[in-house]
Nanobody
Framework: QVQLVESGGGLVQAGGSLRLSCAAS????????MGWFRQAPGKEREYVAS???????DYADSVKGRFTISRDDAKSTVYLQMHSLKPEDTGVYYC?????????????????WGQGTQVTVSS
């Protein structure tokens, strides 16, 4: 069993920055690839970024160049640094873990999920 707890969300103006954190407990953190997803009201959950067991990263086109995903295995934590935020980045951000070596883009490939943290970007 893996427990994931996100933090760092909030309200920010367009063009601003936020850093999300996701702390994991339970099974060995380093054995999981991690992903970030987001869900806006009335929309499906969408892939944002992922980082594999060996720190290979991947990003959705919509956030490439603005967001950076990283992990600290010693702290069992994954981060999402977000810059140049836009109103369309608004949503609940979830972190998730998958037993695969590389990050996955499909939500169904992830086994454990956090409760989410709200990010609101005002125009």
């Amino acid at each position: 069993q893996v427990q994931l707890v996100e933090s760092g969300g909030g309200l920010v103006q367009a063009g601003g920055s936020l850093r999300l954190s996701c702390a994991a407990s339970g099974r060995t953190f380093s054995s999981f690839a991690m992903g970030w997803f987001r869900q806006a009201p009335g929309k499906e959950r969408e892939y944002v970024a992922s980082i594999g067991r060996f720190a290979v990263t991947d990003y959705a086109d919509s956030v490439k160049g603005r967001f950076t995903i990283s992990r600290d295995d010693a702290k069992s934590t994954v981060y999402l640094q977000m810059h140049s935020l836009k109103p369309e980045d608004t949503g609940v951000y979830y972190c998730a873990s998958t037993p695969y070596n590389r990050g996955e883009t499909l939500p169904g490939r992830y086994r454990y999920w956090g409760q989410g943290t709200q990010v609101t970007v005002s125009s």
